[in-house]
């Protein structure tokens, strides 16, 4: 083997040397690093300077060793090598070693000096090198130190007792068990102790394992031992003693609370209560004895500094059966702020507890009620700066407001003021009291506060109410702002509101015609809106003759709070120009914009007709498309187009080859007019025509061009085209036999007829058979598979009207049983053919 690696080092320093470069002056090669192990623990993750040395995956075992060629960096440069000890897990290094310009060899033997990667401090020979694993031991929570004396308690002789003790890794590495049995007891002369081991060989840091230690007496003494657990803590063995004591068949008293037993002389808490608020404190008294158990329930005596602060609401039972329980309840409710302590004595017959003395601890805190102040969703804090805003009130009327008070402290919150709510200005006021002026945490109170202005003008208020929290009263001020009801008037057109000043165009209108528009006045205000004189509308300025007022709204005299009323003016333009314009003024007896001013403005031009398409609201360019989209073959889809005179003559259209719309490259014929226009278009008139699209072969693309011609001015020969294609029936689809479609692939169809009603199997058969929808004589009952089909494809969405029933199969099941699927499950049932259930019939076919 020996002999083998030199050759391998022989032909790597070849190899090496080879790959040099060469020159005038040769390079001498690198040297080389050995690592021997000849420790006795088998090493893993072996590296120096970014080198790994391992003789199979990561690993150096025992008496193995591994060379590799150093890098020019490794040269004079101090380092380490590290490595992990497979045994134990530790990442470890070495001291610092330098490798010169020769070949190295580094031999791990026992006592070679390495430290823990994680914790130099741990540093000792590789042989002795551990984690700084700490063991510790705990009962019941509570630590026993070594060389403690652990008191397991009394036992009835012959009755076993078990005592559970806790083995914790305080350390920051793995405490590792030397022995399968790691806890053993010594010093047991009469042989009364037992331990159950703990249940694994090692502990993770800050963890821990059970160990239980069996003591069954003999005699009534008391009975020591010594317990020893060898683990690789750093102290060595961790030693204690245990003592217990043997007693005769005798009651044995327990006290327990939430679970926990309570020792003689041990503390049960109560937690914290609040001061004026209580705890109930239930207590359990045991047996584990082997006698029964008698209570002297009227010696029982609550003692101590705080006394009072604990009463005995329930009393336990006098006689108390072996192994039975029975509870009783101490109130702790304080009425001083902080700990609180005093002594519960209980007699009994339990001659080694006698009396059981239980000392009782409970933490009075003082509580605070807290104000949370509420109008709807929104928190007024107490002195807010903001004030609550009751908007705009009319004079003389009045808005109210609830607010809601909510005590979320935790003691009740007591309002004491007289009044209760208290306002600073009468205009707000409090029709009615809160009648609850207590509240409990949690709970609310509400009260209204109404605001009712007697002035124009802003009013403003604090509220307030007292209370005994901190703060002792709550305050935040409120506005609102009264107003007398006035006229205001507004003007529009349509949608479009017209400000005063502002500008409404008429557009372009023809000459010698003319174009009205009407405009309505209404009234926003609270009060009626009236006319200065009997006329409302006047028109002045440089084109006044242009523009004319055709209607007032004279029928009323006054228009009404939230009211309207019409005026209505015509622009007649005599001669072609632009920018016509005069003023429209209103005058009025409202509080704003007494006299309304807006301009009107118009513009004019030779009369023409002008023809749009439209297809429902979208136009349709010349030279543009419409599209009929995918129609079933064999069916029809007609769509209506609608032609539009947007001119201001009327407008002819013209009849070629006896249509006044024709269809031109309609090869397939698959497009037809259905409905023609009328012949003349009055100016903003409007007629129809439609064209129906009936596909005869599936995925073929259709086209044909719409021409029209008339006296438009633009576009004279108007056209476009149109577009579809043929598409095959789907699921869903009305069928060609009137029933709904449940499937479809590969030019094959299925569908299903609506309900036929209820039967038996074999009046379902023939009615089924009977069914000639659409004419056609191969209908019958389903089969399962078709079944299923229906219901995958069409129940969810309810296609076809299927309800949570059974439906017949022509399935047979024997002589007598035929198969029905459940449209509300899915499920398929075999039922006897005389049963009556629903009935569809179903008929296949191809494309066409």
């Known amino acids: 083997m020996r002999k083998f690696f030199a050759v391998v080092i022989f032909f790597a320093a070849f190899f090496v040397a080879c790959e040099q470069p060469t020159g005038n002056v040769e390079e001498p090669p690198l040297p080389t690093l050995t690592i021997r192990n000849e ?104 630590p026993v130190a070594r060389g403690d004396i652990v008191n397991l308690g009394d036992s009835v002789t012959n009755t076993p007792r078990q005592t559970v003790f806790n083995i914790r890794n305080t350390g920051v590495g793995r405490l590792l068990f030397g022995t399968i049995e790691p806890v053993q007891i010594s010093n047991d002369t009469y042989n009364v102790f037992s331990v159950v081991q703990p249940f694994g060989a090692e502990i993770a840091p800050d963890a821990s394992m059970p160990f239980t230690i069996n003591f069954t007496p003999r005699a009534s003494q008391t009975y020591t031992a010594t317990v020893t657990i060898r683990s690789n803590d750093q102290s060595g063995d961790y030693v204690f003693t245990i003592t217990a004591i043997g007693v005769s068949p005798q009651p044995i008293a327990t006290v327990v609370h939430n679970g926990t037993t309570i020792q003689q002389n041990g503390t049960i808490y109560a937690g914290e209560v609040l001061v004026t608020l209580s705890e109930n404190i239930t207590i359990g008294i045991g047996n584990i004895g082997t006698e029964v158990l008698t209570v002297d329930t009227e010696g029982i005596t609550i003692t101590g500094t705080h006394a009072a602060a604990f009463s005995l609401l329930t009393s336990p039972g006098g006689s108390i059966s072996v192994r039975g329980q029975s509870s009783f309840i101490v109130q702790f409710k304080p009425t001083a702020q902080g700990e609180n302590n005093a002594i519960l004595t209980i007699p009994t017959n339990d001659v080694s507890r006698n009396p059981i003395i239980v000392f009782l601890r409970g ?234 001013v807006f301009t009107v403005s118009g513009s004019s031009s030779d009369r023409w007709p002008q023809i749009t398409v439209r297809q429902d609201s979208t136009v349709i360019d010349p030279h543009g498309q419409h599209n009929f989209g995918a129609t079933l073959v064999q069916t029809t889809q007609t769509v209506t187009f609608t032609i539009e005179n947007s001119g201001e003559m009327n407008m002819n259209i013209f009849a070629v080859d006896g249509n006044r719309v024709n269809l031109v490259g309609n090869v397939s014929g698959a497009f037809a007019t259905d409905l023609q226009p009328s012949a003349t278009v009055t100016p903003g008139g409007t007629t129809t025509f439609a064209i129906r699209f009936t596909p005869t072969t599936i995925g073929t693309s259709y086209s044909a061009t719409v021409r029209i011609e008339t006296d438009s001015q633009n576009d004279a020969e108007f056209s476009f085209t149109i577009i579809g294609t043929g598409r095959a029936f789907a699921i869903g689809d009305e069928g060609p036999g009137g029933g709904t479609i449940f499937f479809a692939s590969g030019g094959q169809f299925a569908e299903v007829s609506g309900e036929l009603g209820s039967f038996t199997w074999g009046n379902a058969d023939i009615t089924a058979r009977a069914h000639m929808g659409g004419g056609f004589t191969n209908w019958r009952l389903p089969n399962t598979g078709e079944l299923t089909m229906m219901y995958q494809n069409l129940h969810l969405a309810d296609l076809g009207g299927f309800a949570n029933v059974q439906y017949w199969s022509n399935n047979i099941i024997g002589t007598w049983n035929r198969s029905v699927l459940h449209f509300g499950t899915g499920s398929i049932t075999n039922i006897d053919m005389d049963h009556i259930r629903h009935t569809r019939a179903v008929r296949t076919f191809s494309a066409q």
């Open 39 to 142: 420790s006795s623990h088998d090493l893993s993750d072996v590296s120096f300077g970014g080198i790994s040395f391992a003789t199979s995956g990561n690993s150096l075992p025992v008496s193995a060793h591994a060379t590799r060629q150093l890098t020019a960096e490794n040269i004079d440069a101090a380092g380490r090598i590290t490595f992990t000890r497979n045994d134990i897990g530790i990442a470890l290094r070495t001291d610092v070693i330098s490798i010169g310009n020769h070949d190295f060899t580094f031999t791990f033997i026992d006592s070679t000096a390495v430290e823990e990667l994680a914790n130099t401090a741990n540093r000792r020979p590789l042989g002795q090198i551990s984690f700084l694993s700490q063991l510790a031991v705990e009962r019941g929570g509570l």
């Open 363 to 596: 933490t009075a805190l003082m509580g605070s009620p807290v104000p949370e102040l509420r109008q709807g969703d929104t928190v007024i804090l107490n002195n807010a700066l903001a004030s609550h805003d009751f908007g705009q009130v009319i004079v003389g009327a009045n808005t109210s407001l609830m607010f809601t008070i909510k005590n979320t402290g935790n003691v009740v919150l007591e309002l004491n003021g007289n009044p209760v709510i208290e306002s600073t200005n009468p205009v707000f006021s409090i029709p009615t009291q809160p009648v609850n002026t207590s509240i409990a945490p949690g709970n609310e109170v509400s009260f209204i506060l109404r605001y009712e202005p007697t002035t124009e003008g802003e009013d403003t208020a604090t509220i307030t109410f007292m209370n005994n929290s901190g703060a002792m009263q709550f305050s935040f001020p409120v506005r609102g702002m009264g107003y007398v009801q006035r006229p205001r008037i507004t003007v529009r057109q349509g949608d479009a509101t017209i400000n005063p000043n502002g500008e409404f165009d008429f557009g372009t209108v023809a000459i010698n015609e003319s174009g009205s528009i009407t405009f309505t006045i209404g009234n926003t205000g609270g009060a009626n809106l009236s006319a200065v004189d009997s006329s409302w509308v006047s028109i002045t300025g440089a084109d006044e003759e242009l523009f004319t007022v055709m209607q007032q709204p004279s029928s009323v005299t006054n228009i009404l709070p939230s009211g309207t009323a019409n005026f209505t003016i015509r622009y007649s333009p005599t001669e072609i120009g632009a920018n016509f314009n005069a003023l429209v003024q209103i005058n009025t007896n409202s509080h704003e914009n007494g006299v309304f």
